[in-house]
Nanobody
């Protein structure tokens, strides 16, 4: 069955960096759209980034442009979220998500599959 397992979360100071990893199993990344959502305390889940067959990131949050990048390694079946210049408002649980198709939607992203999430805390 499809499984997504996140890793790499933790506590980081403002201005610092983290790289989240997502290991996918039960399917191959080809012809899937893979991405990251996050949920901050007291807020709804929101899409962050998506990557598909064109290997180009689709951003859903203007606030992360220029700071976050998404990449994938089809051979390893892994997806990464590189987060730089982190801010306290980036504090959230980050979820790896996926849906069949390979083309990231331009606006609303409603993935079929979700990981369990990894906590990212940005604080001094």
């Amino acid at each position: 069955q499809v499984q997504l397992v996140e890793s790499g979360g933790g506590l980081v100071q403002p201005g610092g960096s983290l790289r989240l990893s997502c290991t996918a199993s039960g399917f191959t990344l080809d012809h899937y759209s893979i991405g990251w959502f996050r949920q901050a305390p007291g807020k709804e889940r929101e899409g962050v980034l998506c990557i598909g067959d064109k290997n180009v990131g689709t951003y859903y949050q203007h606030s992360v442009k220029g700071r976050f990048t998404i990449s994938k390694d089809n051979a390893k079946n892994m997806v990464y979220l590189q987060m730089n210049s982190l801010k306290p408002e980036d504090t959230a649980v980050y979820y790896c998500v996926a849906e069949p198709g390979g083309e990231c939607p331009e606006s609303t992203f409603s993935p079929w599959y979700w990981g369990q999430g990894t906590q990212v805390t940005v604080s001094s």
